[in-house]
């Protein structure tokens, strides 16, 4: 028998029928594709961090519940003190704990991100996708809808959503809350860039969560996020939790960030608000292009009927690379995201743009 043979046999059905995640090879490309803070460290901050890391033990597990870092990410992000924190190493392990742990369908809106799809689908769990309106706002009807229909264990609502970038209703949300028969998890992977938040709510509702990454702050490299909630949940979802799950390394310099590296950090994140700020009212002038306000570190935009492909591959060619969204979903028909990037890259993309007319 031949391993094509095997894996026909033994390769779960929907696993077959799934695409591997795409990431797109950018070498040699400024890279405006996959919504990385830009900017590095300072010199300073970045010794005083390797002085920190000599005195890592790498010969020694780490402390599986992260309890230095968890007391930082406390303080830095107000976390109320009566919830718990769960570490993962990125959001997609929280999502998939939440899916392995909770028996039912999962439910999110479309376009969103797309690991919330996949995860349920590679842990068995029925997944139900509802479309957005054109305008990307919630279907409330709709929403609620397919909540009373399906009763999913566990709602993944992205505020701000990505790929599009808006912030849905917080009235919305509540009622999707209120209604929801399980776990609702308000996903702020983006909450440097918007004021917005769900986490000082926590102990409002009994079904609330709220997951968030510092990816996005500038530490996508160390792969970390983070789930706030009351300890009721968070106790069921550590027992699926794999042990020492995020590496000391990762514990010990996202530590350090919060605490020695937040100005830095901070001031950079206040860089990307206004470079956004400035790239969107720029977009706004260029013929054929739509672009959608956005409360994240990206800025979507549609392009005149059937320029998406020739776009893209126009910025690849002059060393900018973004993210074609045509064809991911009919919402995003013609559409490019957009990472803000710093002034000089932005700049650049703006030159392409205006030059491919």
Request: with cysteine; net charge negative.
């Amino acid at each position: 028998m031949s391993a094509a043979d095997l894996v026909q046999r033994w390769v779960r059905p929907e696993i077959r029928s799934l695409d591997a995640y795409s990431v797109q090879e950018a070498s040699g490309l400024i890279k405006l594709d996959a919504m990385e803070n830009p900017y590095g460290w300072p010199d300073s901050l970045r010794r005083r961090w390797l002085e920190r890391l000599k005195g890592v033990s790498v010969n020694r597990y780490p402390d599986p519940a992260g309890r230095e870092l968890v007391a930082v990410l406390r303080r830095v992000m107000e976390i109320p003190e009566e919830m718990e924190v769960l570490l993962g190493n990125g959001s997609d392990e929280i999502i998939q704990i939440l899916a392995l742990a909770l028996n039912g369908p999962v439910l999110s809106v479309e376009p969103g991100f797309v690991m919330y799809a996949m995860i349920a689908r590679f842990v068995g769990r029925p997944y139900v996708g509802v479309p957005l309106r054109r305008d990307f706002s919630l279907d409330l009807p709709a929403l609620l809808e397919a909540v009373e229909r399906h009763r999913p264990a566990l709602v993944f609502l992205a505020r701000p959503n990505n790929p599009t970038g808006n912030l849905f209703d917080a009235a919305e949300v509540e009622r999707v809350i209120a209604a929801a028969p399980g776990l609702v998890v308000i996903d702020e992977a983006y909450s440097p860039f918007t004021e917005a938040t769900f986490m000082r709510r926590l102990g409002e509702f009994p079904n609330l969560v709220v997951m968030r990454t510092l990816s996005k702050l500038g530490l996508a490299g160390l792969r970390l996020g983070y789930l706030a909630g009351s300890p009721e949940w968070l106790d069921e979802f550590h027992k699926v939790r794999l042990p020492y799950n995020v590496n000391v390394l990762s514990q010990v310099t996202a530590a350090f960030a919060l605490d020695e590296g937040a100005a830095a950090l901070a001031e950079q994140t206040a860089a990307i608000r206004s470079e956004r700020t400035r790239l969107f009212a720029a977009l706004e002038e260029i013929a054929g292009l739509e672009p959608f306000p956005s409360e994240a570190n990206f800025i979507l935009v549609r392009t005149a009927p059937g320029r998406a492909e020739e776009l893209f591959e126009a910025l690849k060619e002059g060393g900018v690379l973004v993210k074609k969204l045509h064809g991911s979903h009919s919402l995003l028909s013609d559409c490019l995201r957009l990472t803000v990037g710093t002034p000089e890259e932005n700049d650049r993309l703006l030159e392409l743009l205006r030059r491919a007319g």
